[in-house]
């Protein structure tokens, strides 16, 4: 029995060793990733006062394709929602933010092998929500940088910070208006599976 127990230890320690040693690589590999985290959102106005913004949460999920051992296509669609409030501590009421994003990542290669940092561009439709009235939709664009850590060839932990740059977008209610800024920095972590 304890000869029979050594030699399943080893046989695994090989198997995470060799799944781990070709990791980095999703070439020609399609993988589905889950993350949430934390949003810090640009501030914005209405009716000529400011609403500053609280850091809110942001949730979701996407696909991404290799195309080679360094370039890789990912589409990701998060949901962040945050509240806002005058400078006197008045509530303005929640904002949200439905991302679609399509982007490009640059996969570098490192010494590690389970570990692959990234760094990533694209473009987003942003899908803006107000509870205290309506806000429109803008287009905007990223850049992103994070990591990949791969505990099997299948399975990745990552971590990302993203910023999104957009234009304002018109915010109308109570007979008032103001311009709402989708511009934001956030910080997630998640899942990878690469089938």
Not at 139 to 146: A, M, P, Y
């Amino acid at each position: 029995m304890k000869k029979f127990l050594v030699v399943a230890v080893v046989a695994l320690m090989l198997a995470v060793i060799a799944g781990t040693a070709c990791a980095e690589s999703i070439e020609n590999r399609l993988g589905v990733t889950g993350r949430m985290g934390f949003i810090i959102p640009a501030d914005s106005d209405f009716n000529d006062f400011q609403i500053d913004m609280d850091a809110g949460f942001i949730g979701g999920g996407g696909l991404i394709y290799g195309f080679d051992r360094n370039i890789a296509l990912e589409f990701d669609v998060t949901h962040s929602w945050f509240d806002g409030e005058r400078p006197s501590g008045f509530d303005m009421g929640e904002f949200s933010i439905t991302n679609l994003a399509f982007g490009a990542q640059y996969r570098f290669v490192v010494n590690e092998p389970a570990l692959t940092p990234y760094a990533g561009a694209g473009i987003d439709i942003l899908i803006n929500d107000y509870s205290g009235g309506s806000v429109d939709d803008t287009l905007g664009i990223h850049v992103s940088g994070g990591v990949d850590y791969f505990l099997t060839r299948q399975i990745a932990l990552n971590a990302e910070v993203k910023a999104v740059a957009a234009p304002d977008a018109d915010i109308e209610g109570g007979g008032a208006g103001g311009n709402f800024d989708p511009s934001s920095i956030s910080g997630t972590f998640g899942i990878r599976y690469f089938f």
